[in-house]
């Protein structure tokens, strides 16, 4: 069916899938915010509707977009040959508003932001930002085009970041992460199991896996898998009690990685880096709501 807006919950956009009635719900005005996803018959994402009604605080929940940095920088300041630049944690584009579309075939939805005088006075560059939504058969599809419009190299770092409902936080666990992870509450490398021990706690980190990433729980039997492309391969896994919910999103590159280099992309002039990741529900997981925690 085609868009529809919608007054409740709270003002969005709403998408729906002809085949399996899976239902995407959006705030294009609120940083292109992806605020629901419902699959086969369950929502899979957390939000504080409570305060995602005050627009003056920032959103928990739902996907926000970061862009074109991941996490923070020194001082929230970013050299470039242009000058110093006020770039605060996680970029611009989750506070902007963006445009809404759906794809042509009725296949999904297009969510578009452009460079603006806004988002020159923070990152002085030219640019399109186009974020593609496609619910599959237990899944969803995301595709992020970004365009260089300028006539320099469109230097950026991209994530998603995710909030995923679970039934508590002691329910929780994930698979597919490797030995080492990078902590972001120490800022150094630890080993990775015995900080997800530590969910119910709060935990912040930074991994690089071999393969897909599982998020479970225990409470529900379900569990959501996290297939990512390179260079869209880094996982972070944040966790804020009492919220029960767990982000397992997908970054291109660390916290400061504008500065520092490390794996920061570059776009060259007229040129687009596409980026692809894949969430999918597993619902046969082997995971027993009966289970013992």
Not at 238 to 249: A, N
């Amino acid at each position: 069916m085609p868009l529809t807006h919608r007054t409740t919950p709270y003002p969005h956009w709403e998408f729906s899938t002809a085949a399996g009635g899976d239902l995407l719900r959006l705030v294009p005005e609120r940083g292109g915010l992806l605020s629901g996803w419902c699959c086969n018959g369950r929502e899979l994402l957390y939000l504080d509707e409570a305060r995602f009604a005050d627009p003056a605080l920032s959103v928990r929940g739902g996907m926000p977009v970061l862009f074109p940095i991941c996490g923070n920088l020194p001082a929230d300041q970013l050299p470039l040959p242009q000058g110093n630049f006020t770039l605060k944690q996680h970029g611009f584009a989750r506070d902007l508003p963006w445009e809404l579309e759906e794809l042509k075939g009725a296949e999904g939805v297009r969510l578009s932001l452009g460079d603006s005088p806004a988002s020159l006075e923070m990152f002085p560059f030219p640019f399109r930002l186009q974020l593609e939504l496609r619910p599959q058969p237990g899944a969803l599809a995301i595709v992020v085009l970004v365009d260089n419009l300028g006539p320099e190299p469109l230097p950026f770092a991209f994530g998603l970041h995710p909030y995923f409902a679970v039934t508590s936080l002691a329910a929780a666990s994930l698979e597919g992460l490797p030995e080492r992870c990078f902590d972001h509450g120490t800022m150094a490398p630890v080993a990775t199991a015995p900080l997800l021990e530590r969910l119910e706690q709060g935990v912040d980190l930074l991994a690089q896996p071999a393969a897909a990433v599982r998020l479970l729980d225990r409470g529900s039997g379900l569990a959501l898998e996290l297939q990512a492309e390179a260079p869209f391969d880094l996982a972070v896994v944040w966790s804020d009690p009492p919220r029960p919910m767990v982000c397992l999103e997908p970054w291109t590159a660390p916290r400061g990685a504008l500065v520092s280099g490390e794996r920061r992309l570059e776009v060259a002039p007229g040129q687009t880096c596409r980026l692809a990741c894949r969430y999918q529900l597993i619902e046969s997981s082997g995971i027993s709501p009966q289970d013992p925690a």
